[in-house]
């Protein structure tokens, strides 16, 4: 079955450390990944995705994500982060046009 | 182009009433899906329509609520008879016919309160 796993339910880190969210999928045909932000009281934001090509994918707002197909993930990644990072991360993924969200991290961003 | 709408942005209603939660795609956009965030949980997946059609509704509560997305006309997602367990945000996404990877564009959500 297809699946998509966030490992961490809540990241804290210190303001200007790096940060990386992690994502498995489980699928056993070919998939497109995606990692939203959720502002406080807001919808989802596409921060960046992978259709194909380079397995590295920059996003908006300083943020990466590699793709590994041998180990199934897509893990984000940012090297400094800003209190304004404070936010909900989900990573999504498409099987076959079907769309699935991991649980979502939580990212808490202290001064 | 404007984004995604939904309204009410937000809803309160009494156990037993009827919930209307509206959602008007992106000009051209002609999937719909509707996804239902509870309390610290993440997005889960109720329906994807498309116009005048339901393509896949597998994760739609069997008994009161129903969607539809008319051919002229903004997606409804309706809750009969609501409880307090029905209380959540309720967001909106759409997609372009050829929207490769099928990216989604999400609207702002309506939060549904039931007292």
């Known amino acids: 079955a297809q699946s998509v796993t966030q490992l961490d339910s809540q990241v804290p880190v210190f303001e200007e450390a790096p940060v990386e969210l992690r994502c498995n999928y489980s699928?056993?045909?070919?998939?497109?990944l995606f990692w939203y932000v959720q502002y406080p009281n807001q919808g989802l934001q596409l921060l960046l995705k992978?259709?194909?090509?380079?397995?590295l994918v920059k996003g908006i707002n300083g943020f990466e994500a590699e793709f590994n197909k041998s180990q199934t993930s897509f893990h984000l990644r940012k090297p400094s982060v800003h209190i304004s990072d404070t936010a909900e991360y989900f990573c999504?993924?498409?099987?076959?046009?079907?769309?699935?969200f991991g649980a979502g991290t939580r990212l808490t961003v202290k001064p | 182009n404007a984004g995604v709408m939904q309204n009410p942005r937000h809803l309160v209603r009494r156990r037993g009433q009827e919930a209307r939660l509206r959602c008007s795609p992106m000009?051209?956009?002609?999937?719909v899906y509707w996804y239902r965030q509870l309390p610290e949980e993440g997005l889960k997946f109720m329906v994807y329509?498309?116009?005048?059609?339901?393509?896949?509704e597998s994760g739609m509560p069997k008994e009161r609520f129903s969607a539809e997305f008319p051919k002229e006309g903004p997606s409804i997602l309706r809750i009969q008879q609501v409880v307090r367990g029905d209380s959540a945000a309720y967001f909106c996404?759409?997609?372009?016919?050829?929207?490769?990877?099928?990216?989604?564009?999400f609207g702002p959500g309506t939060r549904l309160t039931v007292l």
């Open positions: 329509l498309q116009k005048e059609n339901i393509i896949d």
């Open positions: 699928s056993s045909v070919s998939v497109y």
């Open positions: 999504a993924a498409t099987f076959n046009n079907d769309m699935r």
């Open positions: 996404a759409s997609s372009p016919r050829t929207s490769v990877g099928n990216e989604q564009f």
């Open positions: 000009k051209g956009h002609s999937h």
């Open positions: 992978y259709l194909s090509g380079s397995t």
